[in-house]
């Protein structure tokens, strides 16, 4: 074998929460990339709660997940062999790879990473991601808060949901309100992301911590989790609210024992909109986002948290912590050192 490179395959399908034995830990050749791709040295490798989605035999959409197969994920790393002047050795690149220390990415597949001045490689991670793009669209198009809206986020300290609460703060609301699982998370979001009230949905009764911190109702609810904390919510929106459906990571996990939605028929008792969405419909219109986001982030208004998790050993566990709650922001495995002019 010459360079030998490592990489997690899929072990097996979990059929409740998934964890290390889900996955095997190979040691393989360097890949040899074919005529049209990359080979990439992995710097970071994104972690994401739809990754655990993508191990169920029924999910519906995403890479392949057949056992054997390499975990798939989005990585950004630095171009080592290439045939592509797009793509010359040395540049950055991001794209859909896989839970390795070297992996080739086709051509088509590569997504230059811009270079500007100020934002290292793992900010690109946490504001320039599919995650920014579900929190922008999410809640500007899909939610649209008015000023004098009391506006609800949950999983509001994940990468998702850190982003929304800042947006939201930065759009203008009357009140907002995020929902997270531990107290040094709830301060992070009142005392830096400017959330008027957290809710500890871990320590405390949702709903009677809603009627608290909401006592005007509902009337924007951003919802990562899906569901008792969205049916909360469904029993205390206003007439006309809106719910943006941007994940159910309450579900992925729990090996299908999740109790179903009772107050669905709030919809139409208060005429209220739910509307599913996903950030792959955005992407033609990526560069609008984060044009805001960066000229927000430049302003100080926007800021980022990864969960920095050293050594790709760790992905499974890493993966296994955002259902735990262990995460604070992204969670972002750093596969191999940053050029030292891209570290943060
Ligand atoms: N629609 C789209 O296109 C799109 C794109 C990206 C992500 N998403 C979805 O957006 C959601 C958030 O993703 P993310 O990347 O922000 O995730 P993340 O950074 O990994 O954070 C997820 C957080 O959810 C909380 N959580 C875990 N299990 C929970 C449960 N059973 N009940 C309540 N909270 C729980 C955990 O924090 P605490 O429990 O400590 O609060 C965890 O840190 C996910 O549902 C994801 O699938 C959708």
Same mark, same amino acid.
């Given at each position: 074998m010459n360079t030998p490179n490592r990489l997690w395959r899929i072990a097996s399908r979990p059929t409740d929460a998934v964890s290390r034995q889900n996955f095997l830990w190979a040691e393989e050749s360097l890949p040899e990339p074919c005529e049209g791709e990359l080979l990439v040295r992995v710097v970071y490798l994104s972690i994401d709660p739809v990754q655990r989605y993508w191990l169920s035999p029924d999910a519906t959409f995403g890479p392949p997940t057949d056992v054997g197969m390499p975990m798939p994920g989005r990585i950004w790393g630095v171009v080592e062999k290439s045939s592509s002047p797009a793509f010359p050795p040395g540049a950055l690149v991001a794209g859909p790879g896989i839970w390795a220390r070297w992996c080739t990415l086709p051509v088509a597949a590569a997504e230059p990473v811009p270079d500007w001045p100020g934002i290292p490689l793992l900010a690109h991670t946490s504001l320039f991601c599919m995650q920014a793009l579900t929190a922008y669209f999410g809640l500007l198009e899909?939610?649209? &808060? @008015? &000023?004098?809206?009391?506006?609800? $986020? *949950? %999983?509001?300290?994940? %990468?998702?949901? *850190? /982003? $929304?609460?800042? /947006?939201?703060r930065i759009n203008g609301c009357a009140r907002l309100v995020a929902i997270a699982g531990s107290e040094e998370k709830c301060r992070w979001l009142r005392e830096q /992301?400017?959330?008027d009230t957290a809710i500890n949905y871990r320590t405390m009764d949702i709903g009677q911590a809603l009627d608290a911190a909401c006592p005007d109702g509902i009337d924007v609810y951003y919802d990562n989790v899906g569901g008792g904390i969205l049916d909360a919510v469904l029993a205390r929106i206003n007439a006309h609210a809106r719910i943006a459906c941007g994940g159910f990571i309450s579900h992925y996990d729990d090996g299908g024992h999740q109790q179903g939605i009772r107050n669905f028929q709030m919809l139409a008792l208060k005429q209220a909109r739910a509307e599913g969405f996903s950030c792959f419909d955005y $992407? &033609? @219109?990526?560069?609008? %986002?984060?044009? %805001?986001? @960066? @000229?927000?982030?430049?302003q100080g208004r926007i800021s980022y948290r990864a969960h920095l998790v050293k050594g790709l050993e760790q992905a499974p566990d890493a993966l296994a912590g955002i259902f735990a709650g262990r995460n604070t922001g992204k969670t972002v495995i750093e596969v191999s050192p940053p050029p030292p002019e891209n570290a943060a």
């Open positions: 899909i939610a649209r &808060p @008015r &000023p004098t809206d009391t506006v609800v $986020v *949950s %999983a509001a300290a994940g %990468a998702v949901g *850190s /982003l $929304v609460v800042q /947006l939201a /992301l400017g959330a $992407v &033609p @219109r990526a560069g609008e %986002a984060f044009d %805001a986001i @960066r @000229r927000w982030h430049e």
